[in-house]
């Protein structure tokens, strides 16, 4: 059974850190790409983030050089770190594990978790 342990979100002022993490089970963690993608109210799912795969990571522009993704293997845990937040970064992020087709492709989905920049 697959499953996604989310944790991280909470309420942030504008400039402020978070640190997203995703821990799971239920399925061989080296053989998937992990990933985070995000919901904002009234909008579409969108990408966030993704890798390594090939030791390659992969962001969306607008939060690049702020989010980074990792991944601890003996954890089987995949983190998103979030500097500088903005307002804009406020959404439902969402847990994925994927692979390259050849673009990202999530197949498995985690339950989200809310991430909220105000002040």
């Known amino acids: 059974q697959v499953q996604f342990v989310e944790s991280g979100g909470g309420l942030v002022q504008p400039g402020g850190s978070l640190r997203l993490s995703c821990t799971v089970s239920g399925f061989d963690f080296s053989r998937y790409v992990m990933g985070w993608y995000r919901q904002a109210p009234g909008k579409q799912r969108e990408f966030v983030a993704c890798g390594p795969g090939g030791g390659l990571t992969d962001y969306r522009d607008s939060v690049k050089g702020r989010f980074t993704i990792s991944v601890d293997d003996a954890k089987n845990t995949v983190y998103l770190q979030m500097n500088s937040l903005k307002p804009e970064d406020t959404a439902v992020y969402f847990c994925?594990?994927?692979?390259?087709?050849?673009?990202?492709?999530?197949?498995?989905w985690g339950q989200g978790t809310q991430v909220t920049v105000s002040s």
């Open positions: 994925t594990a994927g692979e390259y087709r050849p673009s990202y492709y999530p197949i498995h």
